[in-house]
C-alpha cells in the first residue's frame, strides 16, 4: 500500500494510492486507513510531505560502506542527532542553498515512518509500531557540520529549512532490512545500496531510541547513507529512488 498526502482543489489530503489515482482517507492514515469514497487523479494533485512538521531524527555513520568511504571508526551504537521540522519538505520542493552554504552534499537515506506511541518496545516487535517507509534527503552543509562535530554538536550544518525532504509517499508492507536505494544528481547515479549494509537495522533503531524516547506516530527515523555522498550546487536535481516506494526528486535553488 502506498499512502500520499497531497493538496488538490486549496485543500490538502491523505490518501491510497490505486493506480493513477487516490481514494481519499476519512482523516490521517495515523488514526485509520479508512476512505471516505472520494478520489483523487494522481495527475491532479500536488504530493506533500507525506507527515506534516515531523520530528526527524537522524543517524550518522550508519552503513558499512558510509563508515570505510569516511575512514571512520565503526559506532558501538547509533550515533544520533535531531532536525527541526522546518527541515522537512516535500516532493519536488526546492532545496535552498543557504547564504552561509561553501561544502553542501546530498544524502540518499530509507526514511521510516512511525505509527504507533512506543515506548521501550522490543526489538522483536519494533517493526509493529512503523506504519511505512518513505525516502529522504539529509542534505548536509559539511564546513559548519564539520566545525560542530569538533565541539561535540551537530545542529545548524543539518537543519538550514529545507535540508530534509521527504516523500513522495508512505508504502507499507516492506522488508526494510532489503531494500535496493539509489541516489543521483542530474541523473547522474552517485549511490547504489541494498539496505542490508545497515550497521544499525530499523529495529535495533526504533527499540534504541525507545528507551529514553517515547516515539509518536508521525515521527520519522532517518536512518543513514551509503558510500557516494558528493557536493550539489544551485541548478542541480536530485533524485532518490527506494524499491517499493517510488522516487524522491528535488532541485536545488540559491537562497535570495
Known amino acids: 500500500m502506498q499512502i500520499g498526502r497531497y493538496e488538490v482543489g486549496g485543500r490538502t489530503h491523505y490518501g491510497i494510492l490505486d493506480g493513477d489515482t487516490f481514494r481519499r482517507l476519512k482523516g490521517s492514515p495515523f488514526e485509520s486507513l479508512a476512505t471516505d469514497g472520494a478520489t483523487d487523479p494522481r495527475a491532479a494533485v500536488r504530493l506533500l510531505c507525506p507527515v506534516e512538521k515531523p520530528r526527524l531524527f537522524g543517524v550518522g555513520l550508519n552503513y558499512v560502506s558510509h563508515v570505510r568511504e569516511a575512514k571512520a571508526e565503526t559506532p558501538k551504537f547509533p550515533m544520533l542527532f535531531m532536525m527541526p521540522d522546518t527541515a522537512a519538505c516535500g516532493p519536488g520542493d526546492a532545496i535552498v542553498y543557504p547564504r552561509e552554504g561553501k561544502h553542501v552534499d546530498f544524502e540518499a537515506e530509507l526514511a521510516v515512518v512511525i505509527g504507533k506511541t512506543a515506548r521501550r518496545v522490543p526489538k522483536e516487535k519494533a517493526l509493529d509500531v512503523v506504519l511505512g517507509y518513505t525516502?529522504?534527503?539529509?542534505?548536509?552543509?559539511?564546513?559548519?557540520?564539520?566545525?560542530?562535530?569538533?565541539?561535540?554538536?551537530?545542529?545548524?550544518?543539518?537543519?538550514?529549512?529545507?535540508f530534509c525532504p521527504i516523500g513522495p509517499v508512505i508504502a507499507t508492507d516492506l522488508d526494510p532490512g532489503n531494500l535496493d536505494m539509489e541516489g543521483f544528481v542530474n541523473g547522474k547515479r552517485r549511490q547504489s545500496i541494498n539496505t542490508s549494509d545497515l550497521l544499525f537495522d530499523v529495529p535495533h533503531l526504533i527499540s534504541y531510541i525507545s528507551q529514553a524516547v517515547t516515539l509518536l506516530p508521525g515521527d520519522v527515523i532517518i536512518t543513514g547513507t551509503p558510500a557516494g555522498v558528493g557536493p550539489i550546487l544551485p541548478g542541480d536535481v536530485v533524485d532518490i529512488a527506494i524499491e517499493g516506494i517510488g522516487t524522491l526528486s528535488n532541485p536545488v535553488v540559491a537562497e535570495q
Open 135 to 162: 525516502c529522504a534527503n539529509d542534505v548536509s552543509e559539511r564546513t559548519i557540520q564539520f566545525a560542530e562535530m569538533k565541539t561535540g554538536c551537530m545542529l545548524i550544518g543539518k537543519s538550514y529549512d529545507t
